[in-house]
């Protein structure tokens, strides 16, 4: 019998947006709105998330920073600039 | 024939109605709210009177907000006395149509019929978007038409479909299947969008360099801070320095007139009424007419070229961690030139908590109305000292009162997030930023012409209406034959200041001083003449050198503290209120306001007058 360790195939890390630092790019993997410690219930934040146009598969970009620690960040998705704190920002996970 | 005018807040949803409906525009509040209801008409080419209500911008239906909720409530037939609309327009910026084209599909949920305007479509095809209309529209099953709202002849194709449309006979609305839907359906529902989307519109793949350009720079943090503050200073500078040549030429126009009353009307009654309630009363609500042309001059400036959002983002942790709005700031800024500019240009922050909060404590903003008065008691009571040698004594206590002014609005913002509004949870900083659009002229002046008709219809009836009363007040009982005190003393205003006298002697005030505060009670300057009046002093406010002389002799110095501190915070001011109550909707925020100042007011001047008396004694 082959002993081999099976190499588990590497999914990419998902990072929450909320942590992405300036100029980073990548792709909407999820949505998890509990994550986000904001004062919105998670259907609500969610809700809101796609309305803007956080949707799966939606390419993000982190384009400014705010001057009060670093937040709120301004982010790209497709081809709409929004503005969001970091805090909601963790409901959204990228790859 | 009525429409409505839907869409997200940065699809030149504006720009088209003013297009349509030039200065034919009507504003009022939804009742009971402070959303601006806007309706406009027009006339189609085929002769067809339109009515066109333009609603507040949302990017879903399902109501977030009470201006979502108004444009919720109209589109399905929910708001009182409000007509259904025969047609919807759904407005889209064509460079960025997948939140439009979700927004089209809920709302086609309702029923309703729609034409969706591929809105700013000169500057899609400049950016190289192409859009199959055709197939736009057939996939989505409606009509759909491009317009350029900034542009000359730029809504003829959105007139031509109007007409087609209403020529059809009947417009048969659809049934009403729409519920609020949930994130599952939201999400499906733009996948279905997007799908739309890559089947008609070809995207280039960049976005707007100069957007990204500009940003670079105003968004950064050091640049970005000196940009804002560079723009506040100038719009500060505006409307503090520049209006007031204007606002000196007003007063002196509405002064030279009242002079021709008085010199052509047999002295009386009618003389007095005309000259000092009807153009005194009338001259004192155009005065303000510079100052806010010139607010509403930049805010709309700014707002039209995107830049306000940007200013937005910067304040945001600075503003939050006051318990203000990011949107605040211009308008308490401008609170320091004068608070009734300022409270209106509150309708710049949409949440309507923030904005009634921001509403409450603007006039304790130091506004340029006080500075009369302090100066005259500075002048009169502080010694032009020096203390250590280089702070002028005089010049500190100024920036103290201003400081003073500053702290107790932040005080009183806390206590009302605190109290009054704790169900309330405030809304996530969630704002989408537009891309740099070149200001249109004409969509700013007929933006600058509303707010100043809605400023003289509204604030200005109010103000007037107050302005006589407090003239009648001071004028009657007129005096005696034979009376050697000034005529004030014999009036209605003297009979209630003496009988208020000794609810204001903890404070430390004289009868003199409350019989002057009514007549103050129409503009905080005006304590200076009345002050005058009641010292029998000729000259008005240009004698002030002279009042403050005789007030040197008369007050203690614990008395003139105490009403400086009053000063800081008393509610005298009747223009403000009005206006309070005309952008509240309601007078009851216009109560609070003056309720709270006067007890402000009145513990800081029990406490200044007792503070003072005890320090001088010990």
Known sequence: ?95 | MHLALVGTPNSGKTALFNALTGSRQKVANYPGVTVERKEGFFVTPLGRQVSVVDLPGTYSLRGRSPDEEITRDFVLGHATGEVLPDLVLCVADSTNLRLTIRLVLELKRTGRPLLLVLNMYDIATRRGVTVDVARLSLLLGIPVVTSIAVRKGGTSELLRKTDEIAARTPILPGENLWHPLSAAELRATQREADRIIAATVSLPTRPDTWTTRIDAVVLHPVAGLAILGLILFVMFQAVFAWAQPLMELLSRAFGALGQLVHDTLPAGLLQSFIQNGVISGVGSVIVFLPQIIIIFLFILLLEDFGYMARAAFLMDRIMGGAGLHGRAFIPLLSSFACAIPGIMATRVIDNRRDRLTTILIAPLMTCSARIPVYTLIISAFIPAEQLWGWVDLRGLVMFGLYAAGIISALFVSFLIKFFMLRDYTPAPFMLELPDYKMPRVRSIAIGVYTRAKMFLQRAGTTIFSMMVLIWFLASFPTPPAGAEDPAINYSLAAMIGKTLAPLFAPLGFNWQIVVALIPGMAAREVAVAALGTVYAIEGGKEAADQIGQVLATKWSLPTALSLLAWYIFAPQCASTLAVIRRETGSSKWMALTFTYMLVLAYVASLATYNIAVALAAG
């Open chain 1, 1 to 95: 019998m082959l002993m081999r360790a099976v190499k588990q195939t590497d999914a990419p890390p998902q990072v929450p947006l909320g942590l992405a630092k300036r100029g980073y790019s990548g792709i909407i993997h999820h949505l998890a709105a509990s994550e986000a410690g904001s004062a919105l219930s998670s259907e609500e934040l969610e809700s809101r998330l796609i309305e803007l146009g956080f949707v799966e598969g939606a390419r993000v970009e982190v384009l400014h920073e705010g001057i009060v620690g670093r937040d709120p960040i301004a982010v790209r998705i497709e081809n709409v600039t929004v503005a969001v704190r970091r805090r909601e920002a963790m409901a959204v996970f990228v790859v």
